[in-house]
């Protein structure tokens, strides 16, 4: 309990920290001005919108559902979605807003779907990277395009170029170095491991196996199978422009009428904030969307009515997740399947759920 403290501490520090933003820009704000906003919406608009809110988190299982494809797992897409679903409701109510589900998506494509370890932790860490390094590439190029607008009022130089491209390396690095050398991350934790005394180091070693063969599944993929991660990375980019039209959809609702710069100056600030390790992006997504319309000479109850859109889309989406793991749960041990070996994959069989 004692080693949890430390953890929890920093959640609170860094809610804190984002309701502390947010109160700061939402000081200036009229409330009721942008309460207005969400009024004249009507209740039809809002429900198409949420409707299609809940058509795209089960269309964002594609990636993930095709990596498992191609690894020789094939589950059906109705459980791959809903288990993604799951996990992005951890994601969500957890810091940050990006992270957390995955172990989530593990365990329930292990425990509910039979699939063995390796595959499972290969397919949510490839389908993690390939979204982080599209997500980044989208957002750096943002920066680079707002930075060379003069919109956000800097001159775009190379120390700005280089700085935003920093981040832009990190996911293909990290594929190259699962490319050229499998296991390198359960190697570093088993050399942090060594010096600990037993009663400290056996706990963690539990985990340290199944990532090794993790990291081999991937390795044995980035070498035998690219082509996979290619189209992976091509389903990122069109997930990225769904993700683009139903911002800009979300803004016409409101009343919100802006121009390419003034779009893409949005995105930005909004795809910036939910990074922060805060639960939900609480505070830091109010902050982001009032500033930019503030900067962008808008009126910043624009941007509150624009964040507490997408909070009721998120309260929304988070209840059907939660009601999907209450379900998932209910339903006990998974049914019957039959797993097939007619391929030879890196490390494991390949696997193809059969309904009896």
């Known amino acids: 309990m004692k080693r949890l403290l430390p953890r929890r501490w920093l959640d609170l520090i860094a809610l804190a920290l984002g309701l502390f933003l ?27 919108y949420i409707a299609v809110n809940i058509g795209i988190a089960f269309l964002f ?9 191609g690894m020789g797992v094939h589950v059906a897409y109705g459980r791959v979605a809903i288990y993604r679903l799951i996990g992005a409701t951890v994601s969500l109510l957890t810091p940050g807003p990006q992270f957390g589900g995955e172990p989530a998506q593990v365990w329930l494509l292990v425990r509910r779907a039979g699939v063995p ?31 060379w607008s003069g919109l956000l009022g800097p001159v775009l130089d190379m120390r700005g170029i280089l700085l935003a491209l920093i981040p832009l390396g990190l996911p293909p690095l990290l ?19 060594k010096p600990l005394p037993k009663r400290w180091r056996d706990p963690p070693l539990a985990f340290v196996e199944p990532l090794r063969r993790g990291e081999a599944y991937i390795h044995g993929i980035l070498r ?6 290619l189209i992976g990375g091509l389903v990122s980019v069109g997930n990225w422009v769904v993700l683009l039209a139903d911002f800009w959809l979300a803004t016409r609702l409101i009343g919100l009428e802006l121009d390419f710069a003034q779009f893409i ?16 992006g609480l505070g830091a997504l109010e902050a982001s969307q009032i500033l930019a319309a503030q900067r962008l ?6 941007g509150l009515g624009l964040v507490l859109f997408f909070r009721v889309r998120d309260v ?31 490390g494991e069989p390949n696997l193809r759920e059969e309904k009896r």
């Open 316 to 346: 929304v989406l988070a209840l059907i997740g939660l009601w999907l793991a209450w379900y998932v749960r209910r339903l006990g041990s998974p049914g019957k399947t039959t797993l097939t070996t007619n391929l030879s994959a890196p």
């Open 22 to 48: 947010f109160w700061l820009f939402a000081r200036q704000i009229a409330w009721a001005e942008s309460l207005a906003l969400l009024g004249r919406i009507g209740p039809q608009p809002f429900l198409i």
């Open 297 to 302: 000479g808008l009126n910043p109850a624009f």
């Open 265 to 280: 100056g949005f995105v930005v600030a909004a795809r910036l904030a939910i990074l922060l390790p805060i639960p939900a």
């Open 117 to 147: 370890s390796a595959p499972a932790i290969a397919a949510v860490a490839l389908d993690r990277l390939l979204e982080l390094t599209v997500n980044l590439a989208f957002v750096t190029g943002g920066i680079l395009y707002t930075l």
């Open 61 to 69: 299982a594609n990636r993930w559902w095709l990596l498992l494809r």
């Open 175 to 193: 594929l190259f170095a699962f490319w050229a050398q499998g296991r390198f991350l359960a190697t570093a934790i088993l050399a942090l491991l």
């Open 224 to 229: 035998s199978n690219p082509r996979l991660i």
